[in-house]
């Protein structure tokens, strides 16, 4: 009965385990051995590696989204100040020019180096001076710059000539000045070398910028807060916290240019029209003064008093609808004919909207905003289209406001007419020369209150100016912290670590990837259903048998227990005649047979090893038994079985029967009727008939002596036998069987490191598993 070795998926998968711990398990000094590599290199890294500090700092923006309004007194002098939109901003505190002016201002296109043990170590808080170039973006490339500081003589010797300090000097590599650092620390002595050399680098400032755009971290703290969060690493603590110090002013100092600018156009605009304005009233006034003294004109009368009064409210209210008009001309041919710029026109103060000037403030800001992105972003940079498309639309808005407006206004201007036009006929019966007087007077008033109005709003506007506030607060500024954050050492040591097993892995796996040989019982598993049964260790080269009376050694122990596993074959009784084949020669079946008939014959069984391989026998060999007559001479017809049987010295119940000399055809020998009698007569005389059988892939003899046979001991070398040739074992049973075949995975060898381990299927827990089932498929 052909014994069934499904196991459970439970039991694969312990199996599974087991099979990935033995494959790499035996390889531990070299896994010891890789991590020990690993974390050299990952201290070398370390050292060579500058830690980084964060800097963190934090900014209140007002944004006309988010937020909470200025206090009404802060708004009043603040006139020309708007609210932002924080993402924005955002894009604005990031963009390329203001980081370019921080890098101009800090110097950090001439960073200074001091040689240290393992790398350059920056000398920003250290170097005793400061380069600064006149003209940053002409200067030529340098990657070192060796230089000494002379402090008694105030200068810096480059190749033998001296610079004076703050002073701009020519120099091979453009018009420099070195300053003086006022501020000099104490640098740590641990990183730095015992010949303190400082040198100096010049890079192209575009460079220098892009890379720390690149650094700087700058996003809201969340959905709902008009804070920004800025952050950036850099080796020197106190440089990271000046480059966020530095670039927060910079961007509050290019806010208040913005307003500036705002508010020059807004006074340009008034101081004009006050001119003209004060031309008018000094025309107006003289031309009163001749009249009263060419027509001997006193005064008007009550009547005309009471006229001058009523006419004059109107016409202050006219003269106000039409400035408001003109101005609101002005700012419709402004936004129809300008192409986003950011020069907006001069009439939030004077045209009486809310609506309207709230529109124009967010078109100037979004004008602005787009001026400030066109540098420094291309075309199609989907940030800047939607400014474009929000541009356009904040346009349509502005004109439909200028056009509802200029509508009311000019409803109010015919009403207001129409009422100065019953005051006109009113004048009428005033005689003429208080007539004419009154109209002076009128033109006068009117000019004169007009005067006014624009005088007061130029006095908002220089104040607003003068009292500019910038629409961002420092909340935090720029700190370090006490520990560097990059290079983690944990994660460093842990990702060393971590390679160590991948290399190891790799290793172990790639090796056993170019072996073709077999070198696992799992392999065996893995390419064919025949079970193994046993696994024999690899013996000493010198000693062909390995059992003695009393020995202990641990390839004995595994001979005795393929001796019990051939009851889980079923042999025993009648079942006495047992196969030991193989695929190719050397993978020890003639040693797995001498030795397995010296284990059966001390246990008290009376054994005979037949040799049929005839090609290379060396069961004589391996006994010391002369050769007269053997198996050859049996086949053959010249020889009785007793003639051929032959007692060994060994053991008194171990029998051989020698190949002797070899024949011309050994196989055609077998299929002769000689050798079924063989089997029978030493059956019926002996416990044990072991056969010993010539390589299945050189000769057919195993399948012929197969079918004489009960069982099948087919001998797989521990790497000798190709991986091929046991992938074949299942499809060549299904053409030409071996009777109830089991594996015996023989010669394993100690897995390099481990001298007492010795492979694993049968001997370990998957074996156990293996030889219970067996057992219980028999029955």
Not at 622 to 643: I, N, Q, R, T, W
Request: glycine share 6%; charged share 25%; aromatic share 8%.
């Amino acid at each position: 009965m052909e014994p069934d070795f499904d196991l459970s998926e439970n039991t694969k998968e312990e199996d599974g385990i087991w099979d990935i711990w033995m494959r790499f398990s035996p390889y531990w000094p070299l896994l010891l051995f890789l991590i020990a590599l690993t974390i050299g290199g990952a201290w070398l890294y370390l050292q060579y590696k500058a830690p980084l500090y964060e800097a963190k700092a934090t900014v209140l923006i007002k944004d006309e989204k988010k937020g909470v309004d200025e206090s009404k007194m802060v708004e009043g002098f603040n006139q020309l100040s708007g609210t932002k939109i924080i993402e924005n901003e955002i894009e604005v505190i990031s963009s390329r020019s203001l980081m370019a002016e921080v890098v101009k201002k800090l110097q950090l296109y001439a960073p200074v180096y001091v040689d240290g043990k393992w790398r350059p170590v920056a000398a920003y808080n250290f170097s005793p001076v400061k380069i600064e170039a006149k003209d940053p973006g002409s200067i030529r490339e340098a990657k070192r710059v060796n230089f000494t500081f002379n402090e008694q003589q105030s200068r810096v010797d480059i190749g033998g000539l001296g610079y004076p300090l703050n002073e701009w000097v020519g120099t091979p590599y453009g018009i420099l000045r070195f300053n003086s650092n006022n501020q000099i620390s104490e640098p740590d002595s641990g990183i730095l070398s015992n010949n303190r050399s400082f040198y100096f680098s010049l890079i192209n400032p575009k460079g220098v910028t892009a890379s720390l755009m690149k650094k700087l971290q700058a996003t809201s703290s969340n959905k709902l807060s008009t804070v920004i969060d800025l952050r950036i690493q850099n080796e020197v603590p106190e440089l990271a916290e000046d480059i966020l110090n530095t670039l927060i002013n910079t961007y509050d100092r290019a806010a208040l240019k913005d307003k500036n600018i705002l508010a020059d156009s807004t006074l340009g605009f008034l101081d004009e029209r006050l001119k003209h304005v004060s031309h008018e009233l000094d025309s107006i006034e003289k031309t009163m003064q001749n009249y009263r003294a060419n027509k001997d004109v006193i005064d008007i009368s009550s009547q005309g008093k009471l006229f001058l009064e009523n006419v004059s409210a109107n016409d202050q209210k006219v003269s106000d609808l039409n400035m408001q008009l003109a101005i609101l001309d002005e700012v419709e041919k402004y936004v129809l004919s300008k192409d986003a710029k950011a020069d907006l026109a001069p009439s939030t103060l004077i045209v009486n909207d809310p609506l309207l000037n709230k529109r124009l403030e967010n078109l100037y800001t979004a004008e602005l905003e787009y001026e400030k992105l066109r540098k420094n972003t291309a075309e199609n940079n989907q940030l800047l289209v939607s400014v474009v498309t929000q541009i356009d639309r904040l346009k349509s808005g502005v004109i439909e406001s200028i056009r509802n407006q200029k509508k009311s206004l000019e409803a109010g201007k015919s009403n207001l007419l129409s009422t100065n036009s019953k005051y006109n006929e009113l004048l009428q019966t005033v005689p003429k020369k208080e007539r004419d007087l009154i109209e002076f007077n009128r033109a006068q008033s009117l000019k004169s209150n007009l005067y006014n109005y624009l005088s007061q709003k130029r006095e908002e506007t220089a104040l607003s100016h003068s009292s500019l506030i910038p629409n961002s607060r420092i909340i935090d500024k720029a700190e370090t912290g006490l520990e560097p954050v990059s290079p983690d050492k944990k994660i460093i040591y842990l990702a060393a670590i971590g390679l160590a097993f991948v290399l190891f892995v790799g290793l172990v796996s790639l090796k056993n990837l170019l072996n073709s040989k077999i070198s696992y019982s799992t392999e065996i598993q893995n390419f064919t259903s025949v079970p193994v049964i046993a696994e024999i260790p690899n013996g000493k080269r010198n000693r062909s048998l390995v059992i003695s009376e009393g020995e202990t050694t641990f390839i004995a122990e595994q001979f005795r227990k393929l001796r019990t596993s051939l009851n889980y074959l079923g042999m025993g009784g009648r079942r006495k005649k047992i196969l030991i084949a193989s695929a190719i020669p050397g993978e020890g079946k003639s040693f797995v047979a001498a030795n397995l008939g010296l284990s059966l014959s001390m246990a008290g069984k009376k054994v005979i090893v037949l040799e049929f391989d005839m090609v290379n026998p060396v069961l004589a060999d391996k006994f010391s038994l002369g050769v007269e007559k053997g198996m050859a001479s049996y086949l053959a017809g010249e020889a009785e079985p007793e003639e051929v049987i032959k007692r060994t010295e060994i053991s008194e119940n171990l029998f051989i029967v020698p190949a002797g000399d070899p024949p011309a055809n050994p196989s055609e020998l077998i299929l002769n009727n000689y050798t079924e009698k063989l089997l029978d007569y030493a059956a019926n005389l002996f416990d044990y008939v072991i056969v010993d059988c010539a390589p299945v892939a050189l000769r057919s003899d195993a399948y012929v002596l197969s079918k004489f046979c009960d069982a099948t001991l087919y001998i797989i070398r521990h790497k000798r036998t190709p991986r091929k040739s046991v992938k074949l074992i299942d499809e060549n049973n299904k053409i030409n069987e071996l009777k109830n075949m089991a594996i015996v995975f023989n010669g394993v060898k100690s897995k390099k490191f481990s001298k007492s381990n010795y492979g694993y299927g049968y001997n370990n827990k998957y074996g156990k598993k293996k030889r219970k089932k067996l057992a219980e498929s028999l029955g």
